[in-house]
């Protein structure tokens, strides 16, 4: 019996001497962030990128638009003198007294030939209509009075 007491002492120490065995919980695995940052981090700098070539775009495209409109302003401004050059310069009255100046005289009725052209009738004894009177043609029968 001695031997039977002898070993369950032994056991009873070495269990002593051990430490106490316990359920350990497994850590919860890490996610691996840096994918995720490395992505969030490339789709924001094209969103920016983005946003950056969409502004310069739109400013560059402003000042284009400002350059336009002044450049129209000017050829506006250019083309209304230039209408107000040929009304002066088709004026009925401008262009009789360069005629006079220049030594032009009208001819005597006697001499004036009248051309057919075909389609077209002359009428005998035929006065300016008022519509004849807006044609640009008739203008200067005002200033050179009843000739022919």
């Known amino acids: 019996m001695s031997t039977m007491r002898s070993g369950t002492r032994r056991t009873r120490q070495k269990a002593r001497g051990r430490p106490r065995l316990e359920l350990v919980v497994p850590r919860p695995r890490r996610v691996a962030r840096l ?7 490339a789709v924001v700098g094209i969103l920016v990128f983005g946003i950056v070539s ?18 129209n302003a000017q050829l506006q401004e250019a083309y209304g003198r230039l209408q107000l050059q040929v ?6 009255g401008r262009i009789a007294r360069a005629a006079k100046d220049l030594g032009f005289e009208l001819p005597d009725p006697d001499r004036v030939h009248t051309i057919a052209v075909d389609g077209v ?10 519509q004849d009177e807006r044609d640009p043609s008739f203008a200067l029968k005002r200033e050179l009075g009843n000739g022919p």
């Open 35 to 41: 994918p995720f940052v490395v992505a969030s981090a």
């Open 87 to 92: 009304a002066e310069l088709s004026a009925p």
């Open 121 to 130: 009738q002359p009428r005998a004894g035929h006065s300016p209509s008022p």
């Open 54 to 71: 969409l502004q310069t775009l739109t400013s560059q495209s402003s000042f284009r638009v400002r350059e336009l409109t002044r450049r």
